[in-house]
């Protein structure tokens, strides 16, 4: 068997264990389903590094030997940057005892947490902000949890769970994905302690996260349904955020698994819940509204691999209105991935710099951009230049 048959053999099987299609693979990595067959079958050539990074991460392979039956490359140091600060984190994350204290009062402990969401929306470098923090807060939210009574226990536990959620945004993208499942499992244990329906809605988002980066879509979608069914999304205005934002959840996991109609329902009714809740409605951490869905169509359309439609609705999107440099930055990445599709590289570059300027955190980290970043700086000419200067300010050295 050559090379190229080989390695057709090996990815075919990695596709169908991730029980992806040829088509869906093919649109998460910017190509059709016939390319993908054709590597299959060995009709292509091995791609080149860039293009079997994003294969690999998109099929969920640790080591891209496996695909290649090359010498061993961790795809995580590759495609995920670590933080410099991320063994403080993972240090109080882990931390068994806790230092001696008092507890800090739950109105106390619930402005701090809101202090350390705002920190991390409003930064360009939203990582090296929260790290500085996170620690400390992990710290406070556990010990008053532990040491508080009644119902101002119950309010410190839910907050301890809105910190393991910014554990999890924090460690997200890192190559320690034991992180995230740690902190996903600690905010969900939370929430339930707590015995608040709309802390658990919240940790269930977080946690259909950890999910579908493992492309276990099934498993997201059933913590969401669980989880929405505690939750009377008509009753009050956080209950219709966080039951339109458990079926935002359901239409991205759908999206990723190529179910067009499945996933369209489902947006469908995270967006009318949006719209209750008034046209210029942001949740303040959540970051859930009406503009957020219309940059979540951009997302389902690009996993769809409906490049067209993805285009049109990215070139609509205020992102402006996304109060949120990192949603900002996430999106306008999105944006890029719905161009490239299309062949629009230059377009592509353009979004990709404008997400650059807002969060430089989030666009080092986004797996996604490193590997479009590390493929365009091959091409000749302006693409290749800009691309390089992008892969400069994003600090990545290969």
């Known amino acids: 068997m050559n090379s190229s048959a080989a390695f057709g053999t ?27 067959k054709a590597l299959e079958t060995g009709r292509l050539l091995t791609p080149r590094l860039p293009m079997l990074l994003r294969l690999a991460e998109v099929l969920d392979i640790s080591d891209l030997a496996d695909l ?14 670590g933080h410099p600060d991320v063994d403080q984190v993972a240090a109080a994350m882990k931390r068994t005892l806790l230092p001696a204290g008092d507890p800090t009062p739950a109105p106390v402990l619930r402005s701090l947490v809101d202090q350390a969401w705002r920190l991390w929306h409003q930064s360009t470098a939203e990582r090296t902000a929260v790290a500085a923090i996170l620690p400390g807060l992990l710290d406070d939210a556990r010990r008053s949890a532990r040491h508080l009574d009644g119902a101002d226990r119950r309010v410190a536990l839910a907050d301890l769970a809105r910190t393991y959620h910014l554990a999890q945004l924090y460690c997200a993208h890192q190559p320690y994905p034991e992180l995230v499942w740690l902190a996903a499992d600690r905010a969900m244990g939370a929430a339930q ?125 205020n992102y402006s209105g996304l109060p949120s440099r990192t949603r900002r930055a996430g999106h306008l990445i999105d944006a890029a991935r719905a161009h ?24 080092r980290h986004n797996p996604y951009a490193r590997c479009a970043v590390m493929e365009l700086s091959t091409r000749r000419g302006t693409i290749g230049e800009d691309a390089r200067e992008l892969a400069l300010g994003m600090g990545m050295d290969w």
């Not at 995270?270 to 719209?275: C, K, M, S, V």
Request: with cysteine; proline share 3%.
């Open 10 to 36: 090996r990815l075919r099987a990695h596709r169908e264990r991730a029980g992806t299609t040829r088509a869906v693979l093919g649109g998460l990595v910017g190509r059709s389903a016939e390319w993908v």
């Open 68 to 81: 290649t039956g090359d010498q061993s490359l961790p795809v995580a140091s590759v495609t995920r940057a």
């Open 193 to 317: 302690d707590a015995d608040n329906p709309e802390a658990v809605a919240v940790a269930a988002w977080y946690y259909a996260h950890v999910y579908r980066s493992a492309n276990q879509i099934d498993a997201a979608e059933q913590v969401l349904t669980d989880a929405a069914a505690l939750v009377d999304g008509h009753s009050s205005p956080e209950r219709t955020v966080r039951w339109g934002q458990l079926q935002l959840g359901v239409a991205l996991g759908h999206a990723k698994a190529g179910r067009a109609g499945r996933a369209w329902r489902a947006w469908d009714a995270a967006e009318a819940a949006a719209r209750r809740l008034g046209d210029s409605y942001t949740h303040p951490w959540l970051i859930f509204g009406p503009t957020v869905m219309e940059a979540y169509a951009v997302t389902v359309e690009a996993d769809l691999c409906r490049h067209g439609e993805a285009v049109r609705r990215a070139d609509s999107v």
């Open 340 to 363: 490239m599709l299309a062949r629009e590289d230059v377009a592509g570059v353009h979004l990709l710099g404008r997400a650059l300027r807002e969060s430089v955190d989030t666009v």
